[in-house]
């Protein structure tokens, strides 16, 4: 009975202040997006983020804003500083939710290669985000299925799971919570880092959950291990955000 009581509790309070960002900018998980937006239920909210990757030559930065709407649209925009510059497009709408599962499309659009090859690209996805259970903790889980499109069309089907649950909660008091996400795609099809391939990626990650630090406005934190498995593309990241959200006034 307790656990269920806690189940319930941690649920609601998940889903108001989901929405910190992935490394390509929409709001979810480590490279994987979520169904859920960025809460927005009265007026649009902002979020402005920025994420600093390290691998063993190079450091790539990675600024990024996204803008919610309606607690239903969300856009991001960002830009993937590594050996060359990437520019990405993130859509995404939540066309229902019902208790704790939200469903949603979106689509990445890229320009790969910016001062060099200025190939094109986008992914298109379907989302469904609901509530779990992980080792009798109370998560998050997100399974996205899409399509990749590349010019020239050479095609892949996109397959990617996402986990997020509190991380020792009675220690930390659930501020912080634990994310796991991997599949067959990242969070761009030319990522400066964790590149999933054809093989495919497993990341983790720490998320200091949003804290209000001046009105309306949010402050957050990831400490992310990106490609676990592959010695190549494996990488440290470090993400921080914040959000204009006045409608959590």
Known sequence: MKRTVLFTLLCIFLVPIFGSTTLGGSSGYIVVPSAEVAPSEVHSSVT?????????????????????????VESSFAVDIGNDIDLLLNGKWRFTKRETTSFAAGVLAQVSGVSNTNKLSAQLYVASTFA?????????????????????????????LGFQTPFFPEVFKEKVDFLLDFGNVSYSTTPSAGNAGDRGLVNVALRLLPVEFLTATYFGLDIRALDLFDHEGRALSIGATISFRPQLQ
Not at 48 to 72: C, E, M, N, R, W
Not at 148 to 159: A, C, E, G
């Open 48 to 72: 402005t983020a920025y994420s600093a990757t390290i691998t063993s030559g190079k450091v790539i930065h990675i600024p990024s804003i996204l803008l919610s709407f309606s607690d239903t």
């Open 132 to 160: 779990s259970s992980i080792m009798d903790l109370p998560s998050k889980t997100t399974l996205r299925l899409g399509y990749t499109f590349k010019k020239p069309m050479t095609s892949n089907i996109d397959f990617a």
